[in-house]
């Protein structure tokens, strides 16, 4: 980001008062090379030694993948160095302020009145001030820092507020889904930067209290007030970038995600919930897979009497599917295969003239096999789809992507459908046995899987998975959150059960082996009905 230390930006800060505490050009250094190459009047080239300067910090750790990226922009070494050393003054003179930059301005400018209200309250004896009581003191992880992101934020949500045209009482839902999704974004985003500044604080006994927490809680105070949030993002503007772009993105995606909610009510009543009303919209669950596009991503809508998928993507590899399932159950006698009930919206962007969409899902609850009949239907229809899968290229069935409803394997994720893959990596040659597997069934991932790591296995597939247990490989978390002694390590984090298994965990074990028969059945039916 920037070498600076937040003193020095704290002390160019107070110069520049105008731009909420921030110095006039503060946001230059976050522009990325493409922003600064296309701006007019870009500086002339520089020679500088290899590895010198911020070229050499910015090729660090991936030299090759940054030399790829100079070459992608046309860019020589002399030109990027140029562009990289150019000073704020000079950059953001010769640049429009972007979005990102006025939105965080406009929070700072917002925290001074919720900072000085605190410092107002600093004389008050409370439990704040041992460490207790407050925001961070009920948070776990990365959330401890949520106070010092609040102001971003509350922002988001007035400009979400603002353009919201569903019922009153349905924003109460629509603000904690929001708000506890971006908290959540925010704070994995800002975490690391922040437990540096920490460190750095604790080091040089800048921070009052007798106790670790109560130093944490110190500061917490410091930094989520107007003048040390300006300090934190003159001195790292690539993170205040992140943090603005991030709330803008959510902000826009929420108002979208309402608006087409809005648009669509009656369309949704009388598709998926066979037109008897769901009523009011009581909760909601966004972030439900990775985001995508402006910070989109697939969310759960809870009404009073029902739920329903939102997918912001066209639904086209539904429909494929759709039509490769009705296709197969008019070849397979009594298969009766089902997929989820969708909405499909069709829309053109206005910029471009380029044909978009998006649409919703019927939400398919998860229900035990009730008989053994009932498990030998479930089998049985996995074996078909499993051959249906495996003819038109489906990979990436895992066990979060096939819901077991009574005796129906309901794939409910069909975005790897006519997937080609890559070649596997090959260290020692060619392994005639890997390609052997790669283009056999095991490749659509709903057979069993095994993910294996220091923590040892887990199976991973919709077939194979059973119950909940611990990820194979180590990976980052947060120890000591809340106090100042924060940091980060790595260690095994759990891996939840999902809803894949038609039998209950005392009989998923050796339920495959019991219904194995039908399995194969279904599958010898399925690859019968495509091949003849």
């Known amino acids: ?72 922009l046309s860019l020589s070494d002399d030109l990027a160095s140029a562009l990289g050393e150019e000073l704020p003054t000079r950059l953001g003179s010769r640049t ?34 041992n460490g207790e009581g407050d925001e961070a003191a009920d948070a776990d992880g990365a959330n401890v820092f949520l106070p010092v ?48 500044e920490l460190s750095r604080a604790r080091t040089e006994a800048r921070l009052p ?14 930094l989520s007030t107007r003048q040390g949030l300006a300090a934190l993002f003159a001195a790292y503007p690539v993170l205040a970038r992140m943090l603005g772009q991030t709330a803008l993105d959510a902000a826009d995606a929420m108002i979208e995600l309402a608006g087409r909610l809005d648009a669509d009510r009656r369309r949704l009543t009388a598709q998926l919930f066979d037109g008897k009303d769901p009523g009011a919209l009581l909760r909601m669950e966004i972030g439900r897979g990775d985001a995508h596009q402006g910070n989109r991503s697939v969310a759960l809508l809870h009404f009073a009497h029902g739920s329903v998928v939102y997918k912001p993507r066209p639904l086209d590899q539904h429909a494929l599917l759709d039509e ?99 070649p596997s990596a090959a260290t020692a040659g060619a392994d005639p046995a890997a390609q052997a597997l790669d283009a056999s069934v095991h490749r659509t991932g709903l057979l069993p899987h095994l993910l294996i790591g220091d923590n040892g296995a887990l199976d991973l597939s919709a077939l194979g998975r059973t119950d909940g247990g611990v990820y194979p490989s180590d990976v980052l978390r947060w120890e000591g959150a809340g106090t100042d002694e924060m940091r980060v390590v790595r260690g095994p984090v759990a ?21 194995r028969a039908a399995l194969l059945e279904g599958f010898r039916a399925g690859y019968d009905a495509i091949a003849g």
């Open 1 to 72: 980001m920037t070498d600076r230390a937040p003193a020095e930006a704290a002390a160019e800060a107070q110069a520049a008062p105008e731009a909420a505490d921030l110095p006039l050009w503060w946001w230059a250094r976050g522009l990325n090379l493409r922003e600064r190459l296309d701006a007019p009047w870009p500086p002339a080239a520089r020679r500088v030694a290899t590895g010198v300067g911020r070229l050499g910090l910015w090729s660090v750790g991936d030299r090759a993948g940054f030399a790829a990226r100079l070459a992608a």
């Open 96 to 129: 429009a302020k972007p979005a990102w930059a006025q939105y965080v301005e406009d929070a700072l400018a917002a925290a001074l009145m919720v900072s000085t209200a605190a410092e107002s309250a600093a004389d008050e004896p409370s439990d704040t001030a």
């Open 149 to 196: 992101l609040r102001p971003l934020i509350s922002l988001a949500w007035d400009k979400v507020a603002a353009q919201l045209t569903l019922p009153a009482d349905e924003h109460a839902a629509v603000r904690h889904a929001f708000e506890s999704r971006l908290s959540e974004q925010l704070a994995r985003q800002s975490a690391r930067t922040l437990v540096t």
């Open 209 to 222: 209290g007798a106790t670790s927490r109560a130093r944490f809680a110190a500061f917490i105070a410091q």
């Open 324 to 422: 490769a399932v009705g296709w197969l159950n008019a070849k397979v006698a009594g298969l009766d295969l089902r997929t989820p009930r969708s909405v499909r919206v069709n829309t053109v962007r206005i910029k471009t003239g380029h044909s978009d969409g998006y649409g919703w899902l019927e939400f398919i609850e998860h229900r035990w096999c009730e008989s053994v009949t009932e498990a030998d239907r479930f089998y049985r229809r996995q074996g078909a789809l499993l051959a249906l899968l495996y003819a038109i290229d489906g990979t990436d069935v895992h066990y979060e992507n096939l819901i077991a409803s009574g005796d129906q394997p309901v794939l409910v994720d069909a975005e790897t459908l006519l997937h080609g893959g890559l």
């Open 495 to 515: 891996s939840p059960a999902a809803q894949n298994q038609p039998l209950p965990h005392s009989r998923a074990t050796a339920g495959h082996a019991d219904h």
